[in-house]
């Protein structure tokens, strides 16, 4: 496979940090061709805005969907965008590894999702869901929580974790054509003894050998229909 790991938080020594060096230690040896966007330490802007364009559609008024149909057409998105572009559409498997803060992705990753996956590129044209540019990919969320696990159960106190992630799994991976794989969740490390996150550890090392014989969750990405 050709993995690309986007990884997002400020703190390098993190657990989340942690998740991304698995992965690449568990994957590389596997035959796997792993790359790695480490957003913080690239000093990914997370705004969207004319930085993204090396030239305008419209000088006069700033329409992002416009501008990127006219980048998409001209190949003329700033280095920062088009690299990322690039690793995306060159890999077929894609990880975010992230810490979930506020029930979401951090600003530095959304901010990503809002520059790379750019209209013309990466959807548009009826390109989306099961017709979406990115498919045959696969994708899959590696994530920490500052809450325990039964906090996001059905019924918890923060709420049916399906839930939450599903402007995540449908709204950006399963939108642009990828199938999305069952995420890798650590509930509260920084709450676990020693033992306990290198049991983690060990459980993503698992998940990551059987990766390629992982199920999708299909189109309903874990959300059964009301």
Known sequence: MKVLI???????????????DVAVEELTPLGHEVRVSDLHAIGFRADTGRHDFLEAADA?????QREQMHASERGTFAPDVGAEIERLLWADTV??????????????LKGWVDRVFVMGTIYGGGRIYA????????AMLAFTTGGP?????????????NLLLYPIHHGMLWFTGMEVLP?????????????ERAAALDAWRERLRGIERL??????CGVPAA
């Open 6 to 20: 986007v990884h997002a938080h400020p703190e390098p020594r993190s657990f989340v940090g942690a998740l991304r």
């Open 95 to 108: 990880l975010w590894t992230f810490p979930l803060w506020w029930f979401s992705l951090p600003a530095i």
């Open 60 to 64: 006069g008024y700033l329409k992002p």
């Open 183 to 195: 995420p890798f969740v650590v509930y509260g490390p920084a709450r676990m003894s020693d033992e």
């Open 215 to 220: 199920a999708p969750l299909g189109p309903d």
């Open 149 to 161: 696990a039964a906090s996001y159960a059905p019924g918890g106190f923060n709420g049916d974790l």
């Open 131 to 138: 017709t979406g540019a990115l498919k045959g990919r696969r």
